[in-house]
């Protein structure tokens, strides 16, 4: 997806995501701002809480969400055409892999 693709469909709304390493399942709501998004983590180490990330957006699609190890995890996203989206990495240990599964969009921040 190009930026301005990725921006339609995600900023400003909640989603449901997957690691598919990991398995960890969390919903997103990427900030109006564009240079924001919170995380609430369902399962994993984090479960039951919520973080505030910083993310820089490329024209090329690419996203770069800050963590906490002071990192950039970056990914890019295809449209299935379904209804889901995947995230492959860009960089790190897993660049070229299939990291994530985005689907349930919804508008708004419903994180609560």
Request: charge should be positive; aromatic fraction near 10%; proline fraction near 2%.
């Amino acid at each position: 997806m190009s930026a301005d693709e990725r921006e339609a469909t995600f900023r400003g709304k909640t989603f449901d995501g997957e690691n598919v390493i990991s398995g960890w399942k969390f919903k997103v709501h990427p900030h109006a701002s564009g240079n924001k998004i919170s995380i609430k983590y369902l399962t994993g180490n984090w479960a039951g809480q919520t973080f505030e990330r910083k993310v820089t957006r490329y024209p090329s699609g690419e996203t770069c969400v800050k963590f906490e190890d002071g990192k950039d995890r970056c990914t890019k996203v295809k449209d299935m055409g379904n209804g889901t989206y995947h995230q492959y990495a860009t960089n790190g240990k897993f660049s070229g892999q299939h990291v994530g599964i985005v689907t349930n969009i919804v508008d708004g921040n419903q994180l609560d």
